[in-house]
């Protein structure tokens, strides 16, 4: 089946430390995103990728990174930058960024601090 | 600044009646609106879209309606079934090269009583 596969669901992060987020589509989708949401909020935009190799930041990217070497995969690092790194966070795939389709999302990782 | 409002943040109907969910938006530049349904712990789905050429679409139990003059769209849902049950979305996006991002509201958590 295609979908997208988010890894870990579950994520606890040390002070200090770096984390990667998991994501990869199968559904021949040219556009990634990632989003976080907390509690109460709706989603808000990391970042995203219209293409391999080329990636823009979103509303809120600061003390993040990701990269998009393969049309399938799009990983979030969660930095020692980012202070309140707390958070449900969701990666989405759709076909264009240009054309108005909509985004389909994975499960989920939730990070928490130790 | 919220510029997609989801002004209830609950609503609660019996099973069989209808439900209606409502979102108010303030960008001009919005042209198209989606509904995504989402569980506990789980990415949220796609339900249903509209663009701004339309005032009506419908799929199966789900109709969306737009009155871009009011800046307002609603979801109704007939019958409501209990497996309806969740936080629905509301999301909008711009025309052109800025579609790629999704603006969302907090959420309405629905509950449809058996």
């Known amino acids: 089946d295609g979908g997208i596969t988010q890894s870990p669901k579950y994520l606890f992060r040390k002070e200090g430390q770096n984390v990667t987020l998991s994501c990869e589509q199968n559904l021949n989708h040219d556009a990634m995103y990632w989003y976080r949401q907390d509690p109460g909020q709706g989603l808000r935009l990391i970042y995203y990728s219209q293409i391999v190799n080329d990636f823009q930041k979103g509303d809120i990217a600061e003390g993040y990174s990701v990269s998009r070497e393969k049309k399938e995969s799009f990983p979030l690092t969660v930095t020692s930058a980012q202070k309140n790194p707390t958070a449900f966070y969701l990666c989405?795939?759709?076909?264009?960024?240009?054309?108005?389709?909509?985004?389909?999302f994975g499960d989920g990782t939730r990070l928490s601090i130790l | 600044d919220q510029q997609v409002k989801q002004n209830s943040p609950s609503l609660s109907v019996q099973e069989g009646r209808i439900s209606i969910l409502n979102c108010d938006y303030t960008?001009?530049?919005?042209?198209?609106f989606l509904w995504y349904k989402k569980y506990p712990a789980e990415g949220p789905t796609f339900l249903i879209s509209?663009?701004?050429?339309?005032d009506k679409n419908e799929d199966g139990r789900f109709t969306v309606f737009l009155n871009k003059s009011a800046k307002h769209l609603s979801l109704h849902i007939v019958p409501s079934q209990p497996g309806d049950s969740a936080v629905y979305f509301c999301a909008a996006s711009g025309s052109g090269g800025s579609n790629y991002k999704l603006t969302f509201g907090k959420g309405t958590l629905l509950t449809v009583n058996p």
């Open positions: 509209i663009s701004s050429i339309k």
């Open positions: 960008n001009s530049m919005f042209d198209y």
């Open positions: 989405a795939s759709s076909t264009s960024t240009v054309l108005n389709q909509p985004q389909h």
